[in-house]
């Protein structure tokens, strides 16, 4: 199958500007909760860890419900600031407050507590609902150019490791500020500043986006919601490409969410997670160019598989850090950094050739329908990643407690923490390689137009 073939002019610099900005957003509410929420209710509301990891997925079911509502009604929308924008605003005014309350540590343990953490957790996901769906929907909508849509995600990728670098860097170091491990005081805190970020990067995009262009289908398709998930799941570039995204995104949730342990347990500093972090999210900000570059080059299935190898091969390597120590890991972390930046520009550029071509041949705008389906099944894809951690880190016997009463782990789970870390998600990423060599959305050529009968 081809991608359209470029049919509009670049996007403005402003607008690309106004437009990333939303990714402090969209970043931060991915990382922060990602790499703290698992370890806030194991290690200080004394929540049993198969019990935290129910907590932080069982909300995200509720997102394959609300993102695709959000996505239709995004497509039907009717209003002078466009079909996207009014549901970003929504979501700009109630998400900062919803994310603030999962971390204000109210006097529970237990049970008690993993309910209240649910269910503020749940109210938090439907407020990013508001906002995610419409935001990453508007890319295939502002140009119809197959290399201007990689080189406009260019720059939200490059507010992602900004957003991820100040989140995944200043949050941890704000919980840590009142001691090695933290305390309930110090998660308020941290919940206050990111709440602030949060509402910024929200408005931000809202006012900066007030002149985006929208080249997609002006028909919004009235169908049914059954109706158009039919129309998706028959579209094999967009399937096959969504199980190729959620294999990627579960191995990079388990990384998320073991990094505390990893830290804690097998570096043995829990202030390492901060430099992971930066190593992590560093060639995010520099090697951009480079993948846009790549995927010309090679084209962006290409471009896919050398990323994902180097996904792979770094995390795998890091297996070897008990022998060689912290300094090795940062360096395997760089290489980690490296893939996952390339990984995460082209899936998204590649969802937005998808849309764009399904766009051009059925005349009907239903990229709210698609990128609903997309975020949903994503989002539980990506809780799902920490349960399969807790679930590792039980089987290794890890031993929940509270801060006023530490606890020594056995081997076991020390261990645990390792694999769970390295070798799980290293074999998941290698089977995403096979994955993409399957993918069949390339760069048109003078002699092809869009297909969707080629095989995927």
Known sequence: MTAPAATSSPVSRGVRLGYGVGSFCTATFGAVPGLLLLYYMTNFLAVPAWLAGVVVTAPKVWDLVINPLVGRWSDRTVSRMGPRRPWMLAGAATLPIAF?????????????????????????ATAYALFEVPYKTMPAEMTGDYHERTSLLQWRMIFIGAATAISG???????????????????????????????????????????????????????????????????????WLLVLACTQQLAVAMMLAAAPYFATYTIGDPRAVTTLFA??????????????????????????????????????????????GGWYAHVMILLVGTGIAGVQLLQFSMLADVIAVDAQTTGKRRAGVFTGLWTAIESGVSA??????????????FISSEPDTPVAQPDSAVTAVLIGQTAVPALIILLSVLMTLKYRLTIPTPAAGPSSDEPV
């Open 384 to 397: 799902f990643g920490a349960l399969v951690f807790g679930t590792i880190l039980s089987i290794g016997g």
């Open 169 to 239: 860097i200043a949050a941890p170091a704000l919980v840590n500020s009142e001691g090695d491990n933290g305390t309930l005081g110090s998660y308020r805190l941290m919940a206050v500043v990111i709440a602030v970020i949060l509402a910024a990067s929200m408005f931000g995009a809202f006012f900066g986006t007030a002149r985006a262009p929208m080249t997609g289908a002006p028909q919004a398709d009235n169908g049914g919601l059954r109706a158009q998930f039919a129309s998706a799941r028959s579209n094999p570039a967009f399937v």
């Open 279 to 324: 190593a992590l999210v560093g060639p995010m900000l520099l090697t951009m160019p480079l993948w846009v570059w790549l995927s010309k080059r090679f084209d962006k299935r290409g471009a896919m598989i050398l990323a994902a190898l180097m996904f792979s091969g770094g995390t795998a390597a890091a297996l070897a850090t008990p022998i060689f």
């Open 100 to 124: 603030f309350l999962v971390f204000a540590g109210p006097p529970l343990t237990g049970t008690p507590a993993a309910l209240y953490v649910g269910a503020c957790f749940l109210a938090a």
